[in-house]
């Protein structure tokens, strides 16, 4: 029925649990892991996660929260984080083969379209594929927080580039006060 998807609320869905969100989609999918009181939680731990992360990323009209797709999220985020490691790159270069970009021609103008023939892949897909981007943009801004237990991602798209923390409020101000602290204990 032509409407019907349009006209229906939306579902009701538990809030984004996560420290920092908002960063390229590539680095949005490493940030689903995060250090929280000395333990790892993980958002990609089922499929009410995935569901989360999808909508977070504007990706839940298009791909559903399913088995597979949490699958293919998964490796994406391992090859991802074995690439933004260092050389690693065969991983992301498999996960890069389940999409295809098709140019189009439409009334709007020239455009492209990520193509997919299983759309399980589709989400994994984008994200990989937006990892290239940010290498093709600028790589050195490509940062993990420089916060020794932090795990966190960013691009730092700051005017100087010094950007070190995934957040000045939480690890920026752990950092300064353990600095603090270790000049009082010498004093
Ligand atoms: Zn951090």
């Given at each position: ?14 809030p ?99 193509e ?10 984008l ?18 927080c ?42």
């Open positions: 029925m032509p409407g019907a998807t349009a006209s229906r609320p939306p579902a009701p869905r538990p984004d649990p996560r420290p920092l969100t908002g960063e390229p989609l590539a680095l949005d999918l490493l940030n689903t892991r995060w250090t929280q009181d000395g333990g790892v939680r993980d958002l990609l731990g089922d499929r009410e996660g995935a569901a989360v992360w999808l909508a977070a990323n504007g990706l839940d009209g298009r791909f559903a929260a399913d088995e597979a797709t949490l699958r293919h999220l998964l490796d994406a985020r391992d090859a991802i984080e074995a690439a933004v490691d260092g050389t690693r790159t065969e991983r992301l270069d498999r996960v890069l083969g389940h999409g295809r970009i098709r140019p189009t021609l439409t009334a709007e103008g020239p455009g492209e379209r990520a997919f023939a299983d759309e399980t892949w589709g989400p994994a897909w994200a990989a594929r937006n990892f290239l981007e940010l290498l093709a943009t600028a790589p050195d801004r490509i940062r993990g420089a916060h020794e237990t932090c795990t966190l991602h960013f691009f730092d798209t700051s005017r100087n580039g010094a950007r070190r923390w995934c957040s000045m409020a939480t690890c920026g101000n752990r950092a300064k006060a353990s600095r603090h602290h270790a000049r009082s204990k010498e004093a």
